[in-house]
């Protein structure tokens, strides 16, 4: 079922909207005693008398995620999606890390049992697991004819585990490089080295992710993480971390609030998301640069999955709601407040239409050069990922 294209008129006004906003992403993260999440939330248990699945839906996301207006409290292009559809999107921002939150719901998923949510963004490499367990259901293409024309080309078998995208579409493709504080290091941050200068000791940080983390020390050591290797490739990184952080030189492991050591200045290099650091020069000035080195950087998908709890008229509606977003206009809404990489063709000239400057950066809309430098962590067994996570957060001492 295609939904109707948006009216230009409606999404102009979501765009004066957002740009009337004091407000920005980052300054909501550190201050907003209530946040999105919690509204979602409170939106929710008011549905009691509705039917779930008949009168509305519900999506699990990760934080600052989806446009938001702080001042009105709303997401604006779900909004405009719940009052056209006839249904209501519930939409909770509960995803803080992929394995904590599948833990939350791994009981059910094993079961096949409702999980509370309709559809969920975990990463690609935890939709692998869920693949490979047969926890999740096949789309039906017949109602995203937008995800069909517009998902972008290289996306439809970057996951190695879902040749085709018949389980997993993505919502959006975070990318990692280097980052440095441009006052504080001059030289730059270009190789895995650079990380290793006396002084920048203690000034370090690198990502509680182990694929982004790994991944680049790897590339970085002439290993190609989309291909073969093994132990021996994987031990030799590992050996690099633990002698960084034995030694003092890398002083921060953060997962998403490593933003706020780069903020503070107590880290002035680091392993880094693209679009935190494009919202952290959109609140602070162009006090950092990132890069994706010529080794490589990562990138992967955040992407929406269907439980097998999920009923066929929820799943139905999930669909719909996906091929809304996969509305090029739809999309640069939502693109220009993540400020990652959007996975929807179209996006920039959209943007470029309603006069968003986002459409000109480089980190958002990476060029061929930098696209070819952005490379996919392979597909992990389920051996060889219980034996590189437990090595990686034993180093890390998470």
């Given at each position: ?160 585990a879902d040749e085709g995208r018949k389980y997993t579409v993505p919502w959006q493709l975070p990318a990692s490089g280097f980052v440095w504080n441009t006052e504080e290091v001059p030289k730059g941050i270009y190789e895995l080295e650079d990380f290793m200068r006396p002084e920048l000791k203690g000034k370090v940080g690198v990502l509680s992710e182990m694929r982004d983390t790994m991944g680049m020390i790897m590339q970085a050591q002439g290993v190609n993480v989309t291909g073969e290797w093994g132990d021996t490739e994987f031990d030799k990184a590992l050996e690099w971390l633990d002698d960084g952080l034995k030694s003092g030189q890398i002083g921060q492991v953060k997962g998403n609030s490593y933003t706020q050591d780069l903020e503070r200045g107590d880290t002035l290099a680091a392993m880094a998301w693209t679009g935190d650091v ?121």
């Open positions: 079922m295609a939904m109707r294209e948006p009216q230009d008129s409606m999404i102009r006004d979501l765009v004066n909207l957002i740009r009337g906003q004091s407000m920005s992403r980052r300054t909501l993260m550190r201050g907003a005693a209530l946040g999105a999440a919690g509204i979602g939330a409170l939106s929710l248990t008011g549905c009691s008398s509705s039917k779930r699945g008949e009168d509305f839906i519900v999506f699990g996301n990760w934080t600052f995620y989806l446009d938001y207006l702080q001042e009105s409290k709303e997401f604006p292009t779900l909004e405009a999606f719940n009052e056209q559809a006839g249904f209501t999107v519930k939409y909770l921002e509960e995803i803080d890390d992929n394995n904590t939150f599948y833990g939350t719901i791994k009981d059910q998923l094993a079961t096949g049992k409702d999980t509370g949510y309709d559809v969920i963004a975990f990463t690609d490499w935890m939709n692998a697991r869920l693949i490979r367990a047969g926890q999740i259901q096949e789309y039906d293409y017949n109602n995203m004819p937008n995800v069909t024309a517009n998902l972008i080309d290289s996306q439809w078998d970057a996951l190695d494009v919202m952290m020069n959109t609140d602070n000035g162009p006090l950092w640069t990132l890069e994706v080195p010529e080794s490589g950087g990562m990138i992967t998908a955040d992407s929406m999955t269907v439980p097998n709890g999920t009923s066929q008229e929820a799943k139905a509606k999930v669909e719909e709601m996906i091929d809304y977003y996969y509305d090029p206009h739809v999309q640069a809404q939502v693109a220009d407040y993540v400020t990652f990489v959007p996975p929807v063709k179209g996006t920039q000239e959209a943007m470029r239409e309603l006069g968003l400057e986002s459409a000109e950066n480089p980190l958002i809309f990476p060029d061929d050069e930098m696209s070819k430098r952005l490379v996919n962590f392979r597909t992990l067994t389920p051996e060889e990922e219980q034996k590189y996570e437990t090595a990686f957060q034993n180093v890390m001492g998470l």
